[in-house]
């Protein structure tokens, strides 16, 4: 299991914190245009760079991508690991940690994505340790940067810091009151934008949503991070104060939604994702406020573990879709049984 998805303070609401920087080799061409024999050689640099003594203690492990099959290429999407996009240009590889809170990716988008994920809401350490990373990998391989513009990256809204800060929440209470539109337009005045959970045009599955930066240039690092902290700071005291105000102003509706959403993962034969992610999310509005005797980790490790892609690969055999929500009912079950 990832190992930033642990306990934490903020757990109630945070579930992680992340930093992606972006970053071109100088004088290569872009990915979409960089040869194949070429996409092979910075990844051989990458792997070089992190065996050197700077680097070798996080002990970064290499796959590439071409190597996979599709269910694995899955698993590290869902994982958080690797974005959809990687596996499309020649040569993509991705280093990660043992612990999966670092991943490399190699000829993405941008020939290099630094990423950093940490557990709860500690985005200020994300950044640092991107940060270090960052200045060790420009020191061995050299990046394409602009005195005027920063960065240079291929696409032009990542031009300038090349940085995407993210934290993700739990914002089921808001989801009900319908107040997430409202937080869009609020969000917007201070440069940040919402997203589901695997980012850019994705679902917020399990009322789980990702707050970022819109803004890459004319901006700096440190700025971005404290706007990011300040904002995700109101919007998480927003949310406690909703569920707060729900439960003691309208305990018996709360209460019945939870409550049913929980005895249906505890009966259901056969489940999708999409319906178990909904219910998950209210198991888990219902164990923060104490209605449920179920430990948030249980409904975290869950929420990670049903996706079709790792349920596949804890069982360790192809399915269908219709034998994936059985195994999907089976799996949640006897994970809410034994927690109990």
Same mark, same amino acid.
């Given at each position: ?21 972006? +970053?071109?080799?100088?004088? =290569?061409?872009? /990915?979409?245009?960089?040869?194949? $024999?070429?996409?092979?050689?910075? &990844?051989?640099? @990458? ?116 940085? +995407?800060?993210?934290?993700? =929440?739990?914002? /089921?209470?808001?989801?009900?009151? $319908?107040?997430?539109?409202?937080? &869009?337009?609020? @969000? ?153």
């Amino acid at each position: 299991m990832s190992s930033w998805n642990q306990e934490d303070k903020e757990r109630d609401i945070v579930i992680s914190s992340r930093v992606r920087l972006a +970053r071109n080799v100088k004088e =290569l061409p872009f /990915p979409l245009l960089l040869p194949e $024999n070429r996409a092979k050689h910075l &990844v051989e640099k @990458m792997d070089g760079c992190l065996k050197n003594e700077e680097m070798a203690a996080h002990h970064f492990i290499k796959t590439e991508i071409a190597d996979l099959d599709k269910i694995n290429r899955q698993v590290l999407v869902e994982k958080h690991l690797t974005s959809p996009e990687l596996g499309a240009n020649k040569g993509a590889s991705v280093f990660v940690t043992p612990q999966e809170d670092i991943s490399i990716m190699v000829n993405e988008e941008d020939h290099i994505r630094i990423q950093c994920i940490k557990k709860g809401f500690q985005i200020q350490a994300a950044f640092d340790q991107a940060n270090q990373i960052d200045d060790a990998l420009e020191a061995c391989i050299g990046y394409a940067f602009h005195e005027k513009y920063g960065y240079l990256t291929s696409c032009p809204s990542n031009v300038g810091t090349g940085m +995407r800060a993210s934290v993700m =929440l739990h914002l /089921p209470t808001m989801t009900l009151n $319908n107040q997430i539109n409202n937080m &869009v337009v609020t @969000m917007s005045k201070f440069g940040l934008t919402i997203r589901g959970i695997y980012g850019e045009h994705s679902q917020a599955l399990g009322d789980l949503y990702q707050i970022s930066n819109q803004n890459t240039l004319g901006v700096t690092e440190a700025d971005t991070v404290q706007t990011l902290h300040d904002v995700s700071r109101e919007i998480i005291k927003k949310e406690r104060e909703l569920r707060y105000e729900i439960l003691n102003n309208n305990r018996v509706y709360l209460e019945d939604k939870i409550y049913r959403a929980y005895g249906i993962l505890k009966s259901a034969r056969t489940i999708t994702s999409e319906e178990s992610m909904k219910l998950l999310s209210l198991v888990r509005l219902g164990s923060d406020l104490d209605l449920l005797d179920q430990r948030i980790e249980t409904i975290n490790h869950l929420m990670t573990d049903i996706q079709p892609g790792i349920l596949t690969g804890l069982y360790g055999t192809a399915m269908d879709e219709a034998t994936r929500d059985k195994v999907r009912a089976d799996h949640i079950r006897e994970q809410l049984q034994e927690k109990e």
